[in-house]
């Protein structure tokens, strides 16, 4: 068996490195990650198949040629290798008893009486999709009882997730308050433990986003005020739309979801200055009994992009409106900041002219973070900048505190603006 390292690390997305010596074992590189995979013919149809193995280099070269040849062996005895680790990941549980709830109707209780009424509509979708999605998965564990479902088999169903940390935390979290909800509602016995909330705690940790195929570890990206400065001036490179969201973002310290949904009607000019009012329902606090609407003072350039938006509004009503008549959304604005930078795949397949930002190595929510951030620089009082940033307050000060900071955030944001117009005025011209 030869594996040759250096030709690993040099695989761009899309090709593959084959190991001699280990017929069909193989290396795919994609655009954020390497995978050992082993590529066969059916013993059933004949047909070509391929099989995921393991992550690279997480499991080692010599690791992979162990696992490909007990999936050989298994191939040769007219055993499918896919259907062999499929089986090999079931969960053993036992079978679900007569008059007693399996996880599937746990799982489905808990979606229809919980997250259909509490959460809002993007977050209820997501979290729909991720539990239907491991129902559909896993059927066998899906049907079974959900009282007899052992630490072992709630252990399998985590761990054949942890390549994705973050989506697998969320899942236990779910399945944890899943099983809270059928124990509190006497679906299930008092006496049956809830696994999910201590499984493999600590160890779904995100390794952060991906950046050139590679995770770049958990990080808190702040833009450094001569970034901002450059950013500023490069603003002009930008199409309309995400320039102005950019903007908004920096200039208002909103969140994307909020700035995304911003109506004409949202926008009023008071005694004090123009104004923008997010709507409780829609802001992230919605579920809080003591949350309020969400007010913002709409200052400098954050004033000009709304006015200026306003008088355009198309047919969906919104300020912030793509090319189909549709909204532009938070994911819509990341995947178009994601495309400028330099690691991007899109930016690999422009020629050497093509936009890249000079400011590299940031998301949308670093903007948010930046701007409070500054807010803290310039000597803002912490209640203040969470009231700017829309947090609502610890809950013994929420419930002798009513005051709404309204003076205050306008002063402050004033302050910001300023503060950002003395960084562009500082920072480099804009591209030709």
Not at 180 to 207: C, F, H, Q, Y
């Amino acid at each position: 068996m030869f594996f040759d390292v250096r030709a690993a690390k040099l695989l761009k997305p899309g090709e593959h490195l084959t190991v001699e010596g280990c017929e069909g074992l193989r290396l795919v590189a994609s655009a954020s990650k390497q995978t050992w995979t082993y590529r066969y013919k059916s013993p059933a149809t004949g047909l070509m198949k391929q099989t995921s193995i393991g992550p690279y280099p997480k499991m080692r070269a010599s690791e992979a040629a162990a696992s490909w040849e007990t999936l050989r062996a298994k191939r040769v005895a007219g055993i499918d290798p896919k259907e062999y680790q499929r089986q090999q990941r079931k969960p053993m549980a036992p079978p679900p008893i007569a008059g007693v709830p399996t996880v599937r109707d746990v799982v489905q209780d808990y979606i229809s009486q919980h997250i259909e009424h509490e959460r809002q509509e993007a977050g209820a979708t997501a979290a729909r999709r991720a539990l239907e999605k491991l129902l559909e998965e896993e059927p066998e564990f899906a049907e079974t009882s959900a009282p007899g479902v052992t630490r072992s088999a709630c252990f399998n169903i985590l761990e054949a997730r942890k390549a994705t940390p973050t989506a697998a935390q969320k899942l236990r979290s779910m399945l944890g308050a899943a099983w809270a909800r059928a124990l509190d509602a006497g679906r299930i016995d008092e006496d049956v433990p809830n696994w999910w909330p201590t499984l493999m705690k600590g160890k779904l940790k995100s390794k952060g986003k991906i950046v050139g195929g590679e995770h770049q570890g958990q990080q808190r990206r702040v833009l450094r005020d001569d970034e901002v400065g450059v950013l500023l001036n490069w603003l002009p490179n930008m199409h309309e739309l995400g320039r102005d969201v950019t903007v908004i973002y920096l200039w208002t310290d909103a969140r994307g979801v909020e700035i995304c949904g911003m109506r004409p009607e949202f926008i009023t000019k008071e005694s004090d200055g123009w104004w923008w009012t997010v709507p409780k329902a829609m802001t992230k606090n919605a579920r809080f009994p003591n949350a309020v609407d969400f007010r913002v003072p709409l200052i400098g350039r954050a004033l000009e992009v709304v006015q200026r938006r306003m008088k355009k509004v198309g047919i969906s009503g919104l300020l912030f409106e793509d090319a189909r008549g549709e909204q532009y959304t938070q994911h819509d604005f990341s995947t178009y900041i994601y495309g400028l930078q330099p690691y991007s795949a899109k930016v690999a397949r422009r020629e050497a002219d093509g936009l890249v930002l000079p400011v590299t190595n940031w998301t949308p929510h670093n903007l948010r973070r930046t701007s409070r951030t500054m807010l803290a620089s310039l000597g803002c009082p912490k209640e203040i900048a969470e009231a700017i940033l829309g947090h609502l307050p610890p809950v013994i000060e929420g419930t002798y505190n009513s005051h709404t900071y309204d003076a205050e955030r306008r002063m402050w944001l004033t302050r910001l603006a300023k503060h950002l117009e003395r960084l562009r005025q500082t920072g480099a011209p804009a591209r030709p």
